[in-house]
């Protein structure tokens, strides 16, 4: 499995704003970021965020806050609208704080998230400990960093 980690956690101080929310033609540069590694060579994409993180996932139109801690979120297809609002509503009443998985179809196999969330609580501390963070994302089976 290859697996591309992207650092977006930090603050930004000399810019005075998020960078990965600044606007390059019809995206923000973290989502031109995030595109370029949506390819077949790469199986799963990891987003470490940190100062700003529920603005930048605002900003990235995710439909989901990023999770506080070492938690992820995972964003997918669904197969069509209906089943992923049904999903949304059950998952919001039944679990409201825990991660959910959607995925493409209707197979139980299990198969990694094409792109994750991770949020790094120690971000001040410098940019090793988002490398940490994406490196504690990383699952069992990655082949590439």
Excluded: W
Aim: proline content about 7%; glycine content about 6%; overall charge positive.
């Amino acid at each position: 499995m290859n697996v591309a980690i992207i650092l977006a956690a930090g603050e930004s101080r000399r810019m005075g704003q998020p960078k990965q929310l600044l606007r390059f033609d019809d995206k923000t540069m973290l989502g031109c970021v995030i595109d370029a590694f949506d390819s077949p060579r790469v199986d799963q994409t990891i987003v470490v965020l940190g100062h700003k993180a529920d603005e930048i996932a605002q900003g990235l139109n995710l439909s989901t806050n990023v999770p506080p801690d070492e938690d992820s979120v995972v964003v997918g297809a669904v197969c069509n609208r209906d089943s992923a609002r049904r999903v949304r509503r059950s998952c919001l009443k039944s679990a409201p704080t825990k991660t959910v998985l959607m995925g493409d179809t209707a197979r139980l196999e299990p198969r990694p998230p094409r792109l994750r969330f991770v949020r790094n609580p120690h971000y001040q501390r410098g940019m090793f400990t988002s490398v940490q963070a994406g490196l504690r994302a990383l699952p069992k089976t990655a082949k590439l960093v």
